[in-house]
Nanobody
Framework: QVQLVESGGGLVQPGGSLRLSCAAS????????MGWYRQALGKQRELVAA???????NYADSVKGRFTVSRDNAKNTVYLQMDSLKPEDTAVYYC???????????????WGQGTQVTVSS
């Protein structure tokens, strides 16, 4: 019913930049929030950055000042601009959307397939 398609991961040197994109498609009625999580090897999945329909953005303390989340409402797309990348940013990054599909009354969480970001020299 709903698909989240991510792009933009890869290998980058410390101090470099990457931009991730995630487009949601399907029978979407309303999106409550959309953003990015990450999971490093051997660690739990954690919130990186997200925006809410109220216009608020949330960032993990570890990425504040370096990462920027933005959105294109018309395209149901969220972006993550990652600057000044560090080796500890290495992880699989997952797109998340909390939304209501057409004909439903409940918000549900949907996830992308994940994209690998590796920061290494």
């Amino acid at each position: 019913q709903v698909q989240l398609v991510e792009s933009g991961g890869g290998l980058v040197q410390p101090g470099g930049s990457l931009r991730l994109s995630c487009a949601a498609s399907g029978r979407i009625f309303s999106i409550s929030s959309m953003g990015w999580y990450r999971q490093a090897l051997g660690k739990q999945r954690e919130l990186v950055a997200a925006w809410t329909s109220g216009g608020r953005t949330n960032y993990a303390d570890s990425v504040k000042g370096r990462f920027t989340v933005s959105r294109d409402n018309a395209k149901n797309t969220v972006y993550l601009q990652m600057d000044s990348l560090k080796p500890e940013d290495t992880a699989v990054y997952y797109c998340n959307a909390r939304l209501i599909t057409s004909g439903s009354v409940f918000f549900n969480d949907y996830w992308g397939q994940g994209t690998q970001v590796t920061v290494s020299s």
